[in-house]
């Protein structure tokens, strides 16, 4: 039977339909209309799901976080607007009329990569994910460890140094706050007095801006630290990066990777990029719905 995967973005929707093999056999985008609210926006996908046939044998959600995975619901993530206490399992199982169930985008990911793409073969599996945000996952023997409160690999929340700045739920110095990429610009645009993006933040770089070097060099410091953290609290077969910094910038995971190996007792760690990029957590909750269907 087929399997449904949803993945709820914070300006767009998708639903794909895979086969029992894993392959994608057709896929449905919208906008994430704020207006409009939860279940009117999912409405749009229920209706090319059944238009698209019956014949399902359950649904898994990527969504962002936070979440309780117990009742299916997410709960108050903050770039998706109106959708706070939404039990989205629950509202999918009831539309399409098989189980359903929701796990967070980047654990969805990395299950993907440790199953069927880059950490394959490997019992112990860490992604990382360095994009916008930074966050990650952990699954051993194929199974994602999420922890009593969906709180297991939340790497975005490591706490790496004394910065006080921070947003939301993110302590101040974790590494989301410092590592991410919206960190960087948040840094960038204060040193530099203007606007400066990620991906220009980079492009300086590259071109010798002592103040770009200078930025990247701390990020990537902070990054090495929590890899070493990471090392020492799981001490993974293999990490996996993926997201658009580190799939984009292999020579930055490098010079992080050099680094942290000189926090580490035995330096010798497998390191991997995702081989499914952006859409590694559909694949995942693809993987998600043959597990509850």
């Not at 140094?161 to 706050?177: F, I, R």
């Not at 929590?226 to 993926?242: F, K, Q, R, S």
């Not at 984009?248 to 035995?266: G, L």
Request: aromatic share 10%; net charge negative; proline share 4%.
């Amino acid at each position: 039977m087929k399997r449904i995967a949803i993945d709820i973005g914070g300006t767009q929707l998708r639903a794909a339909i895979f086969s029992e093999d894993m392959k994608i056999l057709d896929v449905f985008k919208t906008d994430n209309d704020r207006a409009i609210g939860a279940a009117t926006n999912l409405d749009k996908l229920i209706r090319f799901l059944k238009e698209a046939g019956s014949d399902y044998c359950g649904v898994g959600i990527a969504s962002p976080g936070p979440l309780d995975l117990k009742k299916g619901m997410i709960l108050n993530p903050p770039n998706l607007h109106g959708w706070d206490n939404f039990p989205v399992a629950g509202y999918f199982s009831e539309q399409m009329g098989v189980p359903a169930a929701v796990n967070n985008d980047g654990n969805l990911a990395g299950l993907a990569e440790a199953r069927i793409g880059a950490g394959k073969g490997f019992d112990s599996v860490v992604f990382i994910g360095m994009s916008t945000g930074l966050g990650g996952s952990y699954v051993y023997k194929g199974e994602l460890i999420n922890g009593a409160h969906c709180n297991t690999a939340e790497f975005y929340n490591v706490m790496v140094c004394d910065d006080p700045y921070h947003h939301g739920s993110a302590n101040p110095g974790s590494l989301n706050e410092i590592a991410g990429g919206a960190a960087m610009e948040r840094i960038a645009t204060e040193r530099y007095g203007r606007q400066v993006y990620a991906k220009d933040l980079f492009r300086l770089y590259d071109a010798g801006d002592p103040t770009a070097r200078e930025i990247l060099e701390r990020t990537s410091e902070m990054l090495a630290r929590g890899i070493a953290n990471i090392y020492y609290t799981i001490d993974p077969d293999i990490y996996v990066i993926g997201g658009s910094i580190g799939l984009h910038n292999h020579w930055y995971v490098d010079k992080t990777i050099a680094r942290a190996k000189t926090y580490m007792v035995d330096p010798s760690i497998n390191v991997a990029y995702s081989v499914y990029g952006d859409d590694a957590g559909l694949y995942g909750a693809a993987l998600l719905a043959g597990d509850v269907g």
